[in-house]
């Protein structure tokens, strides 16, 4: 039984614009909540992430928002570039657990 | 720093075989963990240590697989015997952060077996 979703395995996106990744959950205990990047042959490297008790997180191009009610976070890459493409992958945990990922969603980003 | 070490990047082996993975976590991380990603389940937690002491086995399959850490700077994940069905990328992660939430991940071990 799946705690972290995401159900689209992969998007294209034409660079330049808004890539929208999404995630659901179904643990409402999980407090803390990633996105994880990956290229191929290299391990996962953390991208960006938010606290429960916010429901925006940006860092330049990339935003996290945090739906609480819906159980759902939403990763925004604006605008969008060939070398954002990647496998990302969503992550939650609760304090001091560690931390559920989901099964990825692979972004590509054409020129 | 090197960052997290694991080895072999690749393994073949036979059905039956005996597997060890290595990992060397970032020097003073306390927590390690070993991932398994698989196309079917995604990245799925096997087991994690903090100070070498193993915190959460739920995610071990099976008893074939077993994990230790013996010390600070080193683990290993032994799959005696091995089956198609581990065929997989490995990966061990180091943090620092009580919370885990950021991990720093090896390039992992893709293993096949035939």
């Known amino acids: 039984d799946q705690q972290v979703k995401q159900n689209s395995p992969s998007l294209s996106v034409q660079e330049g614009r808004i890539s929208i990744l999404n995630c659901d959950y179904t643990?409402?205990?999980?407090?803390?909540f990633l996105w994880y990047k990956k290229y191929p042959a290299e391990g996962p490297t953390f991208l960006i992430s938010?606290?429960?008790?916010?429901d925006k997180n940006e860092d330049g191009r990339f935003t996290v928002f945090l739906n609480k009610s819906a159980k759902h976070l939403s990763l925004h890459i604006v605008p969008s570039q060939p070398g954002d493409s990647a496998v990302y992958f969503c992550?939650?945990?609760?304090?001091?657990?560690?931390?559920?990922f989901g099964k990825g969603t692979t972004l590509s980003v054409s020129s | 720093d090197a960052g997290v070490i694991q080895s072999p990047r690749h393994e073949v082996t036979e059905m039956g075989q005996e597997v060890t993975l290595r990992c060397k976590p970032i020097?003073?991380?306390?927590?390690l963990f070993w991932y398994r990603q698989t196309m079917m389940r995604g990245l799925e937690l096997l087991i994690y240590?903090?100070?070498?002491?193993?915190?959460?086995d739920s995610g071990m399959p099976e008893d074939r697989f077993s994990a230790k850490m013996p010390n600070a700077s080193f683990s290993t994940l032994k799959i005696q015997p091995s089956e198609p069905r581990d065929s997989a990328v490995y990966f061990c992660?180091?943090?620092?952060?009580?919370?885990?939430?950021?991990?720093?991940f090896g390039s992992g071990t893709q293993l096949s077996v035939l």
């Open positions: 992660a180091s943090s620092w952060d009580r919370e885990h939430e950021k991990l720093f």
């Open positions: 643990n409402s205990m999980f407090d803390y």
């Open positions: 938010i606290s429960s008790i916010k």
């Open positions: 992550a939650a945990s609760r304090r001091g657990t560690a931390l559920i």
């Open positions: 020097s003073g991380h306390d927590y």
């Open positions: 240590f903090n100070n070498n002491v193993p915190i959460d």
